[in-house]
């Protein structure tokens, strides 16, 4: 099972980039993922969530309103998309899955599988 994250980038403070995380392996449609970063000197920390049922998504409150995460199950692909970038995002940006649960979860404890981190430097 695997989880490759891409699309970070060097990008101006009040732009827009936008992360994927392709998962092989095994499906993982049912399944809640989400989204984690780690900026320099700093413990990872939450960012996104999407539930595995309905569709049910949380955002951390420092991305709400910029970031938007969402899934395509039949492509088992996990996105987060990212805009009015400021430099406090920079961070290193993974993907997460859930083993079996559909149900979201915020702590990285709930996560079972984890993408390698894309970096995403955004600059004032």
């Known amino acids: 099972v695997q989880l490759q994250a891409s699309g970070g980038g060097l990008v101006q403070a009040g732009g827009s980039l936008r992360l994927s995380c392709a998962a092989s392996?095994?499906?993982?449609?049912?399944?809640?993922m989400g989204w984690f970063r780690q900026a320099p000197g700093k413990d990872r920390e939450f960012v996104a969530t999407?539930?595995?049922?309905?569709?049910?998504?949380y955002y951390a409150d420092s991305v709400k309103g910029r970031f938007t995460i969402s899934r395509d199950k039949a492509k088992n692909e996990l996105y987060l998309q990212m805009n009015s970038l400021k430099p406090e995002d920079t961070a290193i940006y993974y993907c997460?899955?859930?083993?079996?649960?559909?149900?979201?979860?915020?702590?990285?404890?709930?996560?079972?599988?984890w993408g390698q981190g894309t970096l995403v430097t955004v600059s004032s």
């Open positions: 392996g095994r499906s993982f449609s049912s399944t809640a």
């Open positions: 997460a899955a859930r083993r079996e649960s559909y149900l979201i979860a915020f702590a990285e404890g709930g996560y079972t599988f």
């Open positions: 999407i539930s595995g049922n309905i569709g049910t998504i």
